[in-house]
Nanobody, 125 residues
Framework: QVQLVESGGGLVQAGGSLRLSCAASGRTFSMYAMGWFRQAPGKEREFVAAINWSGGSTYYADSVKGRFTISRDNAKNTVSLQMNSLKPEDTAVYYC??????????????????WGQGTQVTVSS
């Protein structure tokens, strides 16, 4: 079992930056691929980025490619999302998620096994 806790959300002006962190409990953190998703008011939860167990492979949604960077530190059991050049449309609750299966990075909600409680990111125009 893995428990995930996000932090780092807040209010930022358009063009600014935020860094989200997700702390994981459990010794098997390094075995999991990790992902970030987000859910804006009135919209479905959507994929943002994913990273494999070693950190050597990443994948991004087109909407954030070139602006967001996902990374992980297995020694500290953390995964981070550096968000630059933020836009008002990035406003959402951001969730980290863990995928316990090997294989390609996944982008669908139902493919992830563990979820954090979310952290709010608000980008003002």
């Amino acid at each position: 079992q893995v428990q995930l806790v996000e932090s780092g959300g807040g209010l930022v002006q358009a063009g600014g930056s935020l860094r989200l962190s997700c702390a994981a409990s459990g010794r098997t953190f390094s075995m999991y691929a990790m992902g970030w998703f987000r859910q804006a008011p009135g919209k479905e939860r959507e994929f943002v980025a994913a990273i494999n167990w070693s950190g050597g492979s990443t994948y991004y949604a087109d909407s954030v490619k070139g602006r967001f960077t996902i990374s992980r530190d297995n020694a500290k059991n953390t995964v981070s999302l550096q968000m630059n050049s933020l836009k008002p449309e990035d406003t959402a609750v951001y969730y980290c998620a863990g995928d316990r299966r090997a294989g390609p990075l996944r982008t669908r909600i139902y493919e992830y096994d563990y979820w954090g409680q979310g952290t709010q990111v608000t980008v003002s125009s």
